[in-house]
């Protein structure tokens, strides 16, 4: 295995407070330039870890290694590391033009240079017209968006973003989820987000890691987190996934539904598999191989989309087009070998 | 319901009438041409400018000046480092209780006992130095102890709301300890301070209990010459000296709640 | 001990961080216990001190004062000192309760104005209680002054002289007392007035048809956090409350503040004035216990 020493390297972190273990034994690589998502629910952890990395909390045990240089010991005040806040945190007395270059002032860096670097910043976001103003006299979109230009200016090697978005309306989050991952793409720079949105964390990300209880439970790219999740936690935290249990023998799986063929080999005798809804093919003509005969029970719209609820089961079907189906209507359906993920404690 | 309605507003008129009735009278005869008796004999502002040639009351009005300003700027600079010192650091809770505790004392106790409690307690002072003969000194020490608790509840509340994330913040955008405190913590602090200060200074405006218990003959103030002199006798002259100070508090009232408000919408 | 931790984003030792706190906390809290939490303590240690035969303080200890208070003298037992204590509680308790009777339409009338004008009202009742205490009262003795139409129509119904004022008297004490302390009740119980919310109070309308369960159901609750300020912040000081009595009750309507005055003062007796403060402060946080556990989760400022 060959380690991109490139990047921000978290070895063996541990934080405990009292007797609950906020961060337990983490690691992670991160590489220079990537986009990478901690999604987990709330109090797993993440935060806090996010919060050693800007150098706000001190882990009990551990490394922080960015671009091949030991940061555990330096202060906040020492990484090229910024932050957006869950709150926002501007500074309410100061103009939004002084909010963003608070940073640079800090550092004594020439008045021209914090007038152009500021500038370029107003006008990357889309604020210029408001940098007179002050933070409480800005919508939380606008807010949110000072507090991006206010970490940016500065240039730093790591971009902290601690669930930027949780004080947006639904339909603004998805407009600032693309916009973000534009941004992320444009400048180059490793971004690192907090969040417990599933789709947030999907939409925006090189690769995800899901945490639990102070660990982390899978490591991956979006796809691989979200079509193999490697136990029942991911399966159902990342969007909805029906679970199968069966035991393995005979190079197949034996359930309750049939015997199904599976291209991954479990390490288990008796376990579960998943597959999402949406991967589950729904036909009149009975299938080649893994196929199951079921009766139409439930069928949901959701706008884009239909959820079909079917029994045996219950199995859950995702589709967008639903011909001509009718609840109590027989269809085939068909479990994909590739699609089933093996699920592990 | 209307009655109800009407019931409340003739209730609440009168209420503010009865507060409001004594003080209109002491104005009222303030300008009253006699000098006994509460019949009205005509205009005049006599006794406003006699005001100005009593040697006592000048000297009343200025140890009232000296005591509000003296001990207002050393219990705001008190209060305020102690609110620092009590939210900002680690403390256990024990302890925080205990500070938190002795805070309250000034507001729970009732005032007189706080001032028998300095009478003993400059009783035993002077007997190591002279210093602490009954006067001004004694009286100073006295407000800055009581005004000392109010600031610091004060401020506290105000480093309460403004909370850990935009030091934080500050931190992360690379400010060190001098630049945070002079750029973002006293400039959010200000308003608190600044309403601090002014309520010290009304409280020591305003006292009349424990400056009576600790003051000397060469330190008496306004509110000790008006009780001394309404004991004797009522005269235009008293009246005239009392709606100077309810005028001047009046415009410290009204400047405090402005400024409270602007801050507190902001 | 010297380990390192993060605090407000600042990475220290925690040895410094704890220097550095104690450098903040000294200066103020010092202060405090010179000047405030020590002379308290003496002020207890001096309650068991006697008298000397020139108003000195002798070093001997006993309960004298206490019995003294108490009512066990040279001459046998006397209610002197009980009454008065009695006659404050009664006094402190009459104040609040008429403070509160006449704060809830004041607050009421307040928070009914449009939102340009209410706080001109507001300000209107909060004059008032910055004003000088000794001026507030004084001032009652123009209105209660025998020319007075008050002190006329009392002579008329021969409940006293004719040219004669309607001070001192039990009376005149009340008046400058609720007057004194209308305000401290008002302005807390106002914050929470404000934030009624009437939908609830239309609720009740809609249960219930008397006016008195209509308030006790749904504006008594929503209120009790101000109101129970209100109430502590007038209690407390007029127990011990001496100007008042002092300018309007005269030797007539003595209260335990004027007792402890007069220790102090003419009589020059501080180890039975400490007792007697002491007293003040045992029935003063008794009371406040007595409140507290009735209403849970009330804070103070």
Redesign the interface.
């Known amino acids: 295995m060959t380690t991109e020493m490139k990047g921000l390297n978290l070895k063996e972190i541990n934080k405990s407070y009292g007797n609950v273990k906020a961060v337990d034994n983490v690691s992670l690589d991160i590489k220079s330039g990537e986009f990478f998502t901690l999604l987990g629910p709330s109090g797993c952890g993440k935060t806090t870890l996010l919060r050693i990395i ?5 882990q009990d045990s551990g490394l922080v290694v960015l671009d091949d240089e030991d940061i555990t ?5 020492k990484r090229q ?3 957006v ?1 869950q ?1 926002y ?5 100061l103009t939004i033009f002084e909010n963003i270059a ?2 640079l002032r ?2 004594k860096i020439a008045d021209s240079e914090v007038n152009k670097r500021v500038n370029k910043a107003l006008e990357m976001l889309e604020i210029d017209s408001m940098q007179k103003r002050f933070p ?1 006299q800005l919508s939380g979109g606008q807010n949110q968006r000072v507090a991006l230009a ?2 940016l200016v ?1 240039e730093p090697k790591v971009l902290l973003l601690d669930e930027p978005m949780s004080a947006l309306d639904a339909k603004l989050r998805a407009q600032v989820q693309v916009e973000l991952r534009r941004l992320q793409q444009r400048l180059g720079q490793t971004f690192i987000l907090v969040t417990h949105d599933q789709d947030e964390a999907l939409v925006v990300s090189d690769r995800i890691a899901v945490m639990k209880d102070g660990e982390i439970v899978q490591f991956g790219t979006p796809e691989q987190v979200y079509d193999y999740p490697k136990n029942k936690f991911v399966a159902e935290f990342l969007g909805a996934a029906n679970l199968i249990s069966g035991t393995y023998h005979d190079g197949r799986l034996h359930t309750d539904l049939g015997v199904f063929e599976i291209e991954d080999t479990p390490s288990w005798d008796k376990g579960d598999v998943a597959i999402r809804p949406e991967w589950i093919k729904m036909s009149d003509i009975k299938p080649e191989i893994n196929a199951i005969k079921a009766t139409v029970k439930e069928i949901i719209y959701r706008g884009t989309n239909f959820d079909i609820w079917l029994d045996p089961g219950p199995l859950r079907v995702r589709t967008s087009s639903y011909k001509k189906i009718k609840i109590g209507d027989e269809v085939w359906l068909e479990l994909g070998a590739k699609e089933m993920a093996v699920l592990h404690e | 319901m209307k009655k109800i309605t009407l019931i409340v507003n003739i209730a609440a008129i009168s209420t503010m009438a009865f507060l409001y009735l004594p003080l209109v009278a002491v104005a009222f005869f303030s300008v009253n041409n006699t000098k006994y008796g509460l019949i009205w004999k005509g205009f005049t502002l006599d006794w406003y400018t006699k005001l100005f040639q009593n040697e006592l009351i000048l000297h009343a009005a200025w140890n009232t000046l000296v005591l509000a300003v003296v001990s207002t700027v050393v219990s705001t600079f008190l209060g305020t480092i102690l609110a620092i010192g009590m939210d900002r650091f680690p403390w256990p809770k024990k302890m925080n209780t205990v500070l938190d505790m002795i805070l309250h004392l000034p507001v729970i106790i009732p005032d007189i006992i706080f001032a028998a409690a300095m009478v003993v307690a400059f009783g035993f002072l002077r007997s190591a130095s002279t210093l602490f003969e009954p006067g001004l000194l004694n009286m100073i020490i006295a407000h800055i102890t009581f005004q000392t608790a109010f600031v610091a509840l004060v401020v506290r509340s105000r480093l309460v709301s403004i909370g850990k ?2 030091e ?9 300890t001098t ?1 945070l405190l002079w ?2 913590t006293l ?2 602090l200000t308003p608190g301070i600044v309403a601090g200060a002014m309520l010290a200074f009304t409280l020591s405006l305003d006292d009349f209990v424990i400056s009576f218990f600790t003051a000397g003959p060469d330190s008496v103030t306004l509110p000790l010459y008006i009780f001394a002199a309404v004991r004797r006798m009522v005269t235009p002259q008293i009246h005239a000296l009392s709606t100077i100070v309810l005028l001047i508090t009046i415009v410290l009232v009204i400047s405090m709640e402005r400024f409270t408000r602007k801050f507190n919408v ?1 | 001990m010297n380990k ?3 605090w407000y ?3 220290l030792s925690q040895k410094s961080l704890i220097k550095r706190g104690f450098l903040f906390l000294t200066p103020g809290m010092l202060w405090l216990i010179i000047f405030l939490v020590l002379p308290g303590l003496i002020l207890i240690v001096v309650s068991f001190a006697t008298r000397g035969s020139y108003g000195e303080l002798v070093w001997e200890f006993s309960f004298e004062n206490y019995k003294r208070l108490l009512g066990y003298g040279i001459f046998g037992w006397t209610p002197d000192y009980l009454l008065i204590l009695l006659r404050s509680v009664i006094v402190a308790i009459v104040t609040t309760a008429l403070s509160v009777l006449l704060s809830y339409p004041l607050c009421f009338f307040i928070a009914g104005k449009p939102e340009r004008t209410r706080y001109l009202w507001l300000t209107i009742v909060i004059i008032p209680f910055w004003t000088n205490m000794v001026i507030r009262t004084y001032a009652w003795f123009l209105i209660l002054a025998p020319e007075m139409p008050f002190a006329r129509i009392a002579a008329f119904f021969k409940l006293i002289s004719p040219g004669m004022p309607l001070y001192p008297s039990a009376f005149a004490v009340y008046l400058g007392m609720i007057s004194m302390f209308l305000p401290f009740v008002a302005l807390p119980l106002f914050s929470s007035v404000e934030r009624l919310d009437w939908t609830l109070v239309e609720a009740a309308q809609d249960l219930y048809s008397s006016n008195v369960r209509i308030f006790m159901h749904a504006i008594l609750p929503q209120t009790l956090p101000g109101l129970s300020v209100g109430v502590i912040l007038t209690f407390v000081p007029a127990m011990g409350m001496f100007v008042v009595p002092d300018l309007l009750g005269g030797a007539k309507y003595m209260l335990v503040g004027n007792l402890i005055q007069q220790q102090f003062g003419t009589s020059r007796d501080w180890a039975f004035g400490a007792a007697i403060s002491m007293g003040l402060m045992v029935l003063t946080m008794f009371s406040l216990y007595l409140y507290k556990r009735k209403s849970k989760g009330v804070d103070l400022i």
Not at chain 1, 73 to 77: E, G, R, S
Not at chain 1, 89 to 93: D, E, V
Request: zero cysteines.
């Open positions: 800007a150098g706000l909390e001190l010991i330096q202060p906040a005040i590391i910024n932050t806040f709150s945190a501007l500074f309410p007395h608070f940073g800090s550092r409480h206010r970490a500065n | 994330d935009v934080e913040a500050a931190r992360d955008l690379y400010a060190g630049y750029k973002v400039p959010l902001k | 390192l931790m993060i984003g600042e990475l």
